[in-house]
């Protein structure tokens, strides 16, 4: 057997033994042992994609779904340059990927070989662990150091606590395809059952107690983990929870979905300065609740991995890896506040958006409230996530999920493929034309390759919307051209070119008819830039109006102060 085939069957066996089930996969020459030990072997389901980026943000999408490691393999040279973007968003959201960037041998590198770059520490400190793993010899001892070497690498990307990115570097000699030889001066075969090293996980450290206190309220942003028992415990204690859309938290009694107007509201905001937050995941949607979070006496972050703790504001106080919300004894005036001003908050939104038609808010809306339980909604950064932030009502039976590590757009339409394929029903995403566009080549599946259960629900404002929003707007000579950035791409060819039912949605009702069927179909919404503008401000406005009616009535800004 010689030795390219021999590690690669080797290091795939292992990380099965490890755990993995899914491989991604952007075909090369150099990668061929990877190729062909992924394809041979049964347990694992292989994905097979033509661009890198897409791969590489499919694989993505199915370790951000199943939280669970993906291996993603490449060809040497700007092959592995290309699964950067995604290696990126993983170390930034800590999504556990295994990236297998095939190489030239030593003697190759330096010396003008086609294909051949340095790939050494090639994604710098975006992994959480880099391993140049040598080329492979036919000599005693090489199975112990791959297997070994192969579960340190699944284990650092599993985390826990601290899951991300793990790169192995493989250099391959010739020949890279079997041989027809099963010789070997060792047993390739593994341990008897099992992975080569059981890595066992020690529990927590005790939790961070907190002072009782009504006075406190639950933040959660993307990435949380162990939402459902900080929500079950702030509902105890009688605060409100104040949840990103990905964070999971958005439901229940005490979700309050309009905080974005009530932070914004000067008037409210000052009335309501907690004595104690706790911060779950990374919030980073609202400028006003960020601007709240330092008011807060004291800011808990809660972060399962003492090294990495989200603090984006600077005004966290205490950082643990687990907090005890008691309950606290006192009336409910706290609590009751956040409630009927998001009751009063809502109902005027909710008012300009009934009136709006075809409007980006409205479909984020009406989008969220129509989708079956047991549904995944992924969703585009810039305003899709953003709309779905201000706009959409609390509600049970949906995951959400976006790229929100390093919020780009690259990579969406893949990265939502793959979380449809990891999900165990029915899936949808929320994207912008641009991020559409981006990631077309995420429409290209092969006639062989699993196919995802997927409507890509599509915003055409023809062009990008977040700026009409932002102070470029104002610069009126060089917006539309630098800013503003129209296509004039027609969406329906783009999903035609790949064979991608495609449906144009004409009218509001008409949304969850548009969105009914089954496999990969494009759903296209066209709305306005500069209508869109105008009507997030009537949003704000209606909002802050009512919040403002509802403190003059009630008198509760003046008895929350004191």
Known sequence: ??????????????????????????????????????????????????????????????????????????????????????????????????????????????????????QINLYGGSVRWFAEVGVPEDRPGQVAYWRSLTCRAYQRALGPGDPGPVHLNLAFREPLIPDGDDTWSEPLTGAASGPWVRVRVAPPSAALHVAPTRRGVLVVGDGAANVRRYVAAAGMAGWPVLSEPTGGARYGDHSISAYHFLLGTPEFADAHVPDVVVTLGRPTLSRPLLAWLRRATEHIVVSPDMSRWPDPT??????????????????????????????????????????????EPRLARDLTDALPNNALLFCAS?????????????????????????????????????????????????????????????????????????????????????????????????????????????????????????????????????????????????????????????LREAAQEAVMSFLATTGEAEHLAT
């Not at 990877?34 to 292989?46: M, N, S, Y």
């Not at 966290?316 to 009927?340: H, K, M, N, Y």
């Open 1 to 118: 057997m010689n030795p390219a085939t021999a590690l690669s069957s080797v290091l795939v066996d292992e990380l099965v033994r490890c755990g993995l089930t899914e491989v991604v996969l952007a075909p090369g020459s150099r990668s061929a042992p990877l190729a062909i030990a992924a394809h041979a072997d049964p347990r694992v389901r292989l994905h097979v994609r033509v661009d890198e980026r897409s791969a590489s943000f499919l694989a993505l999408g199915l370790a951000r779904r199943s939280e669970r490691p993906v291996a993603l393999v490449c060809t040497s040279g700007t092959a592995a340059a290309n699964f950067h973007p995604a290696v990126i968003e993983a170390h930034e959201s800590g999504v556990p990927l295994l990236v297998l960037t095939a190489d030239r041998p030593p003697e190759l590198r330096g010396t003008g070989a086609s294909q051949t770059i340095d």
């Open 314 to 359: 600077r005004s966290a106080t205490q950082v643990a890896a687990a907090v005890e919300i008691p309950v606290a004894a006192g009336d409910d005036s706290w609590l009751r506040s956040w409630r009927s001003a998001e009751a009063a908050a809502r109902e005027a939104v909710d008012a300009v958006l009934d009136d709006s038609g075809v409007s």
């Open 382 to 538: 810039s305003m899709p996530i953003r709309d779905l932030d201000q706009a959409m009502r609390p509600r049970r039976g949906l995951r959400l999920l976006a790229n929100r590590g390093a919020a780009g757009i690259d990579g969406l339409v893949s990265t939502a493929v793959g979380a449809a394929l990891a999900h165990n029903g029915p899936s949808y995403a929320l994207l912008g034309d641009l991020a559409f566009l981006h990631d077309q080549n995420g429409l290209i599946l092969g006639p062989r390759e699993p196919r995802p259960d997927l409507c890509l629900v599509v915003v055409n404002n023809d062009g990008g919307g977040i700026f009409s929003l932002l102070p470029q707007a104002g610069l009126t000579a060089p917006f539309e051209r630098v800013f503003g950035t129209p296509h004039g791409v027609d969406l329906a060819y783009v999903a035609a070119a790949t064979g991608t039912p495609y449906t144009l949605l004409s009218s509001a009702g008409d949304l969850p008819k548009a969105i009914r069927g089954e496999g990969l179909r494009v759903v296209e919404v066209r709305t306005d830039r500069a209508e869109n503008a105008r009507l997030h401000a009537a």
